[in-house]
């Protein structure tokens, strides 16, 4: 008998991610295709087309009128294989003042950049049963209810787990509850939230640690949370989009505990660092949705974890609700809650035994970090932008706020090779948003997660369910994401994947509307990464490939291209 857990989170600290070794490619010599597969293109205005994919091209290109930068994306479409045999030539070319290599690996020290992320693995595997004694129906049960927690309550809360068969508890922190909300109404009954600060971390309750948790502070983060009303908290904000975080059924799966409609926060020194410099700022773990004769360490609720150090960091001499941190913390929750859902929805009613735990982490991360782009504008936060949420356009130049920073560092790697760091989130991140802003808005995250597959099908079968869908395929998808990001200076293009509308995009789902706002990947620091030299693409990944600005005239671009690359000309 196995056991398992799942844990998420999101953290302040850089962890390079290792790029395969890159090889510079010469462009110097012409491509020889023999004379066959020679294309004409003409190019009057902002222009996209494919050159071909996995095959020997010659393209003779006309800029008609306005002189134009031309661009050439390269998209490798295999999820496993690095592209090294790909190579461009072009006849003409003006040289730039910056030639940059390909980002080698690094080790990024801890940045200025408020909030970045990484996962920390643990066990995933589904406890197994003998299925065969399991009805095919979900069966309903009733439980007794079980005493609310009141403020002054103790608990002694199992903080980690010893890697061991039974997950017994390594670490303990003793907690009082310093919140409680009780039976607000929601579109899934009456809910309740209580909010427990550990003892060593709260004001006036003998707090060692750097900076303490305050009263104040506590009863932002719970009507944060949950409060009376509608379409005014985390809870409504995310359960209109993927439904409710537990119930009472549980699929015939046994070990899980009793659903009573309370969701616990415990505020806690994660990991005991005593960091105000970085760390994890908040995690959700399924071990405690486990009894205790399941998985030892269970605190048996449903529950988050949120860093007490990093949640009572100020920007100025005293707190305040409107700094950054607590605006953070609160986008986090909503991350750390589409994991919670996820949980439930996916991985306890929806999919098979042998699918459950087995949806690739990528897309869990992305949605979870598209539902902190939707909900910026409503807890009044940066958000994955950098920009103010008062502002639908895509804010100043130099940008040094947000997730696309770090996206433009490294925007050659895999989108799909999942290795937890900040890299990975921000591309996750960017692709979830150009889903957003060109699938259907909110409704693509809500269909990913009631599809029932587990990889790229599972994007693609939501975005198919859009009116602009189609019969897109995940190839299509990550071409038009490397267009959209190279257009996404420009406002609206005609009929082109776009990030950029100059201003605010509507969503709207379960009668709950999202404010989009509008992303030039431009407008950051650094900018995109754009190269003019050839090196190897990664699997599922773009490189951005510049043959010249200022451009006008005939230009001739040869192509070799590998079986699984495609090559699409931005002129712009």
Same mark, same amino acid.
Not at 1 to 5: D, H, S, T, V
Not at 348 to 353: A, G, Q, R
């Given at each position: 008998?196995?056991?398992?857990?799942y844990?998420?989170?999101?953290?302040? =600290?850089?962890?390079?991610?290792?790029?395969?070794?890159?090889?510079?490619?010469?462009? =110097?010599?012409?491509?020889?295709?023999?004379?066959?597969?020679?294309?004409?293109?003409?190019? /009057?205005?902002?222009?996209?087309?494919?050159?071909?994919?996995?095959?020997?091209?010659?393209?003779?290109?006309?800029?008609?009128?306005?002189?134009k930068?031309?661009?050439?994306?390269?998209?490798?479409?295999?999820?496993?294989?690095?592209?090294?045999s790909?190579?461009?030539?072009?006849?003409?070319?003006?040289?730039?003042?910056?030639?940059? %290599?390909l980002?080698?690996?690094?080790?990024?020290?801890?940045?200025? %950049?408020?909030?970045?992320?990484?996962?920390?693995?643990?066990?995933?595997?589904?406890?197994?049963?003998n299925? !065969?004694?399991?009805?095919?129906?979900?069966?309903?049960?009733?439980?007794?209810?079980?005493?609310?927690?009141?403020?002054?309550?103790?608990?002694?809360?199992?903080?980690?787990?010893?890697?061991?068969?039974?997950?017994?508890?390594?670490?303990?922190?003793?907690?009082?509850?310093?919140?409680?909300?009780?039976?607000?109404? +929601?579109?899934?009954?009456?809910?309740?939230?209580?909010?427990?600060?550990?003892?060593?971390?709260?004001?006036?309750?003998?707090?060692?640690?750097?900076?303490?948790?305050?009263?104040?502070?506590?009863?932002?983060?719970?009507?944060?949370f949950?409060?009376?009303?509608? /379409?005014?908290?985390?809870?409504?904000?995310?359960?209109?989009?993927?439904?409710?975080?537990?119930?009472?059924?549980?699929?015939?799966i046994?070990g *899980?505990?009793?659903?009573?409609?309370?969701?616990?926060?415990?505020?806690?020194?994660i990991?005991?660092?005593?960091?105000?410099?970085?760390?994890?700022?908040?995690?959700?773990?399924?071990?405690?949705?486990?009894?205790?004769?399941?998985?030892?360490?269970?605190?048996?609720?449903?529950?988050?974890?949120?860093?007490?150090? *990093?949640? !009572?960091?100020? /920007?100025?001499?005293?707190?305040e609700?409107?700094?950054?941190?607590?605006?953070?913390?609160?986008?986090?929750?909503?991350?750390?809650?589409?994991?919670?859902?996820?949980?439930?929805?996916?991985?306890?009613?929806?999919? !098979?035994?042998?699918?459950r735990?087995?949806?690739?982490?990528?897309?869990?991360?992305?949605?979870?970090?598209?539902?902190?782009? *939707?909900?910026?504008?409503?807890?009044?936060?940066?958000?994955?932008?950098?920009?103010?949420?008062?502002?639908?356009?895509?804010?100043?130049? *130099?940008? +040094?706020?947000?997730?696309?920073?770090?996206?433009? /560092?490294?925007?050659?790697?895999?989108?799909?090779?999942?290795?937890g760091?900040?890299?990975?989130?921000?591309?996750?991140?960017?692709?979830?948003?150009?889903?957003?802003?060109?699938?259907?808005?909110?409704?693509?995250?809500?269909?990913?997660?009631?599809?029932?597959?587990?990889?790229?099908?599972?994007?693609?079968?939501?975005?198919?369910?859009?009116?602009?869908?189609?019969?897109?395929?995940?190839?299509?998808?990550?071409?038009?994401?490397?267009?959209?990001?190279?257009?996404?200076?420009?406002?609206?293009?005609?009929?082109?994947?776009?990030?950029?509308?100059?201003?605010?995009?509507?969503?709207?789902?379960?009668?709950?509307?999202?404010?989009?706002?509008?992303?030039?990947?431009?407008?950051?620091?650094?900018?995109?990464?754009i190269?003019?030299?050839?090196?190897?693409?990664?699997?599922?990944?773009?490189?951005?490939?510049?043959?010249?600005?200022?451009?006008?005239?005939?230009?001739?671009?040869?192509?070799? %291209?590998?079986?699984? =690359?495609?090559?699409?000309?931005?002129?712009?």
């Open positions: 008998m196995r056991y398992f857990a844990f998420f989170v999101l953290a302040l =600290t850089f962890i390079g991610c290792t790029p395969p070794t890159q090889t510079a490619k010469p462009t =110097t010599t012409p491509i020889s295709c023999n004379g066959t597969n020679t294309k004409s293109i003409n190019v /009057d205005e902002t222009t996209v087309t494919s050159l071909g994919k996995g095959e020997c091209v010659d393209a003779d290109i006309y800029i008609n009128g306005q002189p930068d031309l661009y050439v994306l390269l998209s490798n479409y295999s999820s496993t294989t690095i592209d090294t790909s190579e461009v030539f072009h006849s003409k070319q003006i040289a730039s003042s910056i030639s940059k %290599l980002l080698q690996h690094k080790e990024l020290a801890e940045s200025p %950049l408020k909030h970045s992320s990484k996962n920390r693995d643990f066990l995933t595997s589904f406890q197994e049963h299925t !065969s004694t399991i009805s095919p129906t979900r069966q309903q049960k009733s439980f007794p209810t079980k005493q609310k927690s009141v403020v002054g309550d103790t608990f002694n809360f199992c903080t980690d787990v010893n890697d061991n068969s039974s997950y017994s508890c390594a670490r303990y922190s003793q907690a009082t509850a310093r919140s409680t909300i009780n039976r607000v109404s +929601t579109s899934y009954g009456s809910k309740s939230l209580v909010v427990w600060v550990s003892n060593d971390s709260f004001s006036g309750s003998g707090c060692t640690k750097s900076s303490c948790v305050t009263q104040e502070m506590v009863d932002f983060l719970a009507q944060s949950l409060k009376s009303g509608s /379409d005014n908290d985390i809870y409504d904000w995310d359960t209109s989009l993927y439904g409710e975080e537990w119930g009472s059924d549980t699929n015939g046994s *899980l505990i009793n659903a009573d409609d309370t969701i616990h926060i415990l505020v806690t020194d990991d005991n660092d005593n960091r105000t410099d970085g760390g994890v700022i908040g995690f959700f773990w399924a071990k405690d949705n486990y009894t205790k004769s399941e998985v030892a360490g269970s605190n048996e609720k449903i529950m988050f974890y949120i860093d007490s150090i *990093l949640f !009572s960091q100020k /920007d100025g001499i005293t707190w609700s409107t700094d950054f941190f607590p605006r953070e913390l609160i986008s986090t929750l909503a991350h750390e809650f589409v994991h919670m859902i996820q949980f439930y929805q996916r991985d306890v009613l929806l999919l !098979s035994p042998s699918q735990n087995e949806t690739k982490t990528w897309i869990y991360e992305m949605m979870a970090e598209a539902t902190e782009d *939707l909900v910026a504008t409503k807890i009044k936060h940066t958000g994955s932008r950098g920009v103010t949420y008062t502002d639908g356009g895509a804010g100043d130049s *130099l940008n +040094t706020e947000g997730r696309y920073p770090a996206f433009n /560092d490294t925007n050659t790697y895999s989108l799909t090779d999942w290795l760091h900040v890299e990975n989130y921000s591309h996750v991140n960017a692709f979830g948003a150009f889903l957003t802003r060109n699938y259907g808005g909110a409704k693509v995250l809500h269909d990913m997660m009631y599809s029932p597959y587990i990889d790229e099908q599972c994007v693609v079968n939501a975005v198919n369910q859009s009116a602009q869908g189609g019969d897109k395929t995940f190839d299509d998808l990550l071409s038009e994401w490397g267009v959209a990001v190279m257009l996404s200076d420009i406002e609206s293009p005609n009929n082109l994947p776009t990030y950029n509308t100059g201003d605010f995009t509507s969503t709207t789902y379960n009668a709950i509307t999202y404010q989009l706002g509008s992303v030039n990947f431009f407008n950051y620091f650094p900018a995109p990464s190269y003019t030299t050839l090196n190897d693409v990664n699997p599922q990944a773009n490189y951005y490939y510049k043959v010249g600005s200022n451009l006008s005239g005939y230009i001739n671009i040869n192509l070799k %291209l590998s079986t699984n =690359t495609e090559a699409t000309l931005i002129a712009k």
